[in-house]
């Protein structure tokens, strides 16, 4: 398969940030632009024997939202590419909500749900977005009033869980597409709905935006410019941020102390990027303010709290913490259940083995905690533990002199080994489960957002 240098090279760009060899899967839908990265990734590992791409297939998918007529066939035609290409394909179907308010969007979650069990921790999945999409992008941002994060739009290479999104096409234009794929004569697939202009974005792409570049040839460069700025200014805002937070706590709580001296667009920006990190959707402008008014200004024993979407700002004395309401323990505040131990997603974040999210947690021992079977319960009421060097004490007094607030009391994940309580995640190891040495050590810690 040939191919013109410079699409190799953009490739080869685009994957630059990679140490290695890596698994690439891409999103292929049978449209233009994933037909057209598709062909070029072929492409790429051909010209590359023993390169990056040869190491490790490629794997495309494809996802069946099952939402029109012709989506089986679009299915086929997908087949039908990647047999003649040989290129692993993987064809999965979705059920979209139809109720929902908007299908394009209940589509993409269906999708990227899709992608986040497909695609393994370390590897790489290429989306084909390209300028066109960028610029249109930024528009649907800025009529939503967005700040810099949101006008930045889409990243050439952004994190997503413990994979990355690579996008090789975003300094491309759709027009240039289109020549490639006629080039070398691709065949792909139209979806009608791309015409139907009570979509925002094909309303946008189709009525306002051609009418535009007749005045203004150079707009999709421009505004791809000013997208890009804004990924810069949205960066150093979330370093600034990271230096007004300073050493995050074990529980995940904002200390008013680090939110005091600061002007109030400092402060701000210090509240969503601490929203953000932990996973939660950014506060409009009106619920920032509440939560200056309501919440930080409340009087040391008001038990004041802000709730937006199903995300809800408490505090506790002259902390403030963050919770995600729909999720187990979020509301009714105790979890009557203990779970073998995995990964569990919690209102605050997400106990996780092995990954430290800050420097204050203390390890367990990995050899004492492998002698019997490890699973998480939550206080039921009467437990006691046992620090090392300490009389055992009820856990009652320990969360009360840690100043754990009270409705975390009973979603705090208790680690047993066995019968035996074995610590508190991110607050204390009991005595016998202390590491012997360094390798010993096993954090099991929060990892906010996960
Ligand atoms: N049905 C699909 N199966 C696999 N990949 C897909 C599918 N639809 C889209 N993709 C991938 O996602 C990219 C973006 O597609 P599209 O522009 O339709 O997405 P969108 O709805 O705007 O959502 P988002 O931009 O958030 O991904 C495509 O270029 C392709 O790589």
């Known amino acids: 398969m040939n191919t013109d240098n410079t699409y190799i090279q953009l490739i080869e760009q685009a994957l630059a940030f990679m140490p290695g060899p890596c698994r690439i899967h891409v999103g292929y839908s049978g449209g233009l632009d994933s037909t057209v990265l598709l062909h070029m990734l072929v492409a790429w590992q051909q010209a590359r024997p023993s390169g990056r791409g040869k190491a490790q297939p490629l794997r495309a998918i494809h996802v069946n939202h099952q939402l029109l007529p012709q989506a089986q066939s679009w299915q086929q035609h997908c087949q039908q590419v990647c047999k003649q290409w040989q290129v692993e394909l993987d064809c999965l179907t979705v ?10 969007q209940q589509a993409r979650l269906a999708r990227y749900h899709c992608f986040d069990e497909q695609v393994g921790a370390g590897e790489v999945l290429m989306l084909a977005h390209h300028r066109d999409d960028q610029v249109e992008t930024l528009l649907q941002r800025l009529a939503r009033g967005s700040g810099p994060l949101g006008l930045g739009a889409m990243a050439r290479v952004s994190q997503r869980r413990d994979y990355r999104v690579v996008r090789p096409l975003l300094e491309l234009d759709r027009e240039q597409l289109e020549r490639y794929a006629n080039h070398h004569k691709l065949k792909w697939i139209e979806d009608p709905s791309n015409q139907d202009d009570s979509f925002e974005r094909n309303f946008l792409r189709n009525r306002i935006l051609p009418r535009w570049r007749q005045q203004h040839p150079r707009l999709n460069q421009t505004l791809a410019r000013s997208a890009r700025l804004c990924q810069e200014s949205s960066e150093l805002l979330a370093q600034l941020a990271e230096l007004d937070l ?12 680090r939110l005091e001296p600061l002007s109030s667009p400092r402060r701000n920006n210090l509240l969503r990027y601490w929203l953000r990190q932990q996973g939660f959707q950014p506060p409009s402008e009106v619920v920032l303010g509440r939560i200056e008014a309501e919440v930080m200004m409340a009087a040391e024993d008001a038990q004041p709290r802000v709730e937006w979407g199903s995300c809800c700002v408490r505090r506790f004395q002259s902390v403030l913490y963050c919770m995600d309401l729909n999720l187990p323990g979020g509301e009714q505040e105790s979890i009557p259940f203990s779970i073998p131990f995995e990964p569990i997603r919690l209102p605050y974040g997400c106990l996780s083995g092995g990954l430290g999210s800050n420097g204050q947690s203390t390890p367990f021992s990995r050899e004492v905690l492998r002698q019997a079977p490890l699973c998480i319960g939550f206080r039921q009421g009467g437990e006691r533990l046992t620090m090392p060097g300490r009389p055992s004490k009820p856990l009652k007094d320990i969360f009360q002199e840690m100043g754990v607030p009270p409705w975390l009391r009973g979603i705090w994940p208790i680690v047993y080994s066995g019968e035996r309580i074995a610590g508190l995640p991110g607050l204390l190891v009991c005595a016998g489960f202390e590491p012997h040495s360094r390798e010993d050590g096993l954090l099991l810690d929060w990892v906010r957002g996960g």
């Open 246 to 257: 300073g050493l995050p706590r074990a529980d995940g709580g904002l200390s008013l102390s």
């Open 95 to 104: 059920t979209v909500d139809q109720g929902a308010a908007s299908l394009e």
